[in-house]
């Protein structure tokens, strides 16, 4: 099955169809949704710095380990889970909205041609922009409620334990100021826009650790550390993120790693891969209440 034509088909009976939809049938739908059909690709260097972040978390808390990659590894997930969640590059591979001059993107056809459209936002992105209102300074961005709702329902999920989230983001006081754009890519070609080679490749954007953070909370979760993948690479493994390859995601994303580690029904725990953290600007904001556990970076 073409993976285009099937898309436009679709768009074609449903339209207008919200931006989220569309790029939630681009990325899951079972026939030819792209994490459908593809897999991600480990990485040696964050493979190794996961498995130690992970066995120093184990220590604090007896269970299990769960690696969430895309939407369908959800499904593993169960009520009352123990352990380490990790999130590798996962909330970035779920959908998002998109916001115009506050108003909701939708996405409609003419022939073989996508046209945007823009119409009041529904209630689930409301909620989200009352919170973002207090950061936005662009006309244009993102809206990572997905993302926001997934941290809140893993949260509901994991009765104790911690969540460990490698991603590609921006806090709050950064995502809305900057003007991000989509970062889409497949195994071989990257660009940023969305309404080419449709159904050939993944859209993404960029993770607000912030909402993570807030989404998180509803369900329990406590901010633990929030650092650079550099500095948990050097944490971890003694090793510095240069000598990790580029890829084409990589080279799509307009921003760079980071990692947020999140815990719950345990205290807050001094964990290797947060030994050191930035100390400058906004990292301060979210590593404030454990200066006095943690050696601070340069």
Not at 12 to 24: A, H, N, Q
Not at 31 to 43: A, E, I, T, W
Not at 199 to 228: C, H, K, N, Y
Not at 262 to 286: D, E
Request: with cysteine; aromatic share 14%; hydrophobic share 35%.
């Amino acid at each position: 099955m073409n993976p285009e034509k099937s898309i436009l088909k679709y768009l074609s009976e449903k339209s207008p169809l919200s931006f989220r939809d569309f790029v939630w049938f681009i990325l899951y739908h079972p026939d030819v949704g792209y994490y459908s059909r593809h897999l991600q690709p480990n990485k040696v260097h964050r493979r190794r710095a996961i498995d130690v972040a992970v066995e120093d978390m184990l220590e604090f808390c007896d269970g299990e380990v769960l690696e969430l990659k895309t939407l369908n590894d959800v499904e593993k997930l169960e009520d009352g889970f123990r352990g380490v969640i990790v999130a590798n590059e996962f909330f970035t591979s779920l959908p998002f909205y998109l916001v115009d001059r506050g108003m909701e993107v939708y996405v409609d056809i003419n022939g073989e041609e996508f046209n945007e459209t823009l119409m009041e936002p529904s209630k689930e992105l409301k909620e989200f922009l009352s919170y973002t209102s207090a950061y936005v300074d662009v006309t244009r961005y993102p809206a990572c409620v997905d993302a926001a709702k997934m941290a809140e329902l893993i949260g509901s999920k994991l009765e104790r334990g911690f969540l460990l989230a490698i991603d590609y983001g921006l806090p709050a006081e950064e995502y809305y100021s900057r003007k991000l754009r989509i970062a889409c890519f497949s195994e071989d070609t990257f660009g940023h826009n969305p309404y080419s080679k449709v159904g050939l490749q993944a859209v993404a954007a960029p993770v607000d650790f912030t909402a993570l953070i807030e989404w998180g909370g509803r369900s329990g979760f406590s901010i633990t550390g929030f650092t650079s993948y550099r500095y948990f690479l050097l944490n971890t493994i003694g090793e510095d993120e240069l000598e990790e390859p580029s890829d084409f995601k990589s080279i799509a994303m307009p921003v760079t790693i980071k990692v947020l580690v999140m815990h719950k029904g345990i205290t807050r725990q001094k964990l290797k891969c947060l030994r050191s953290t930035p100390s400058f600007g906004y990292w301060n904001r979210y590593n404030y209440e454990i200066t006095d556990e943690f050696e601070s970076g340069d």
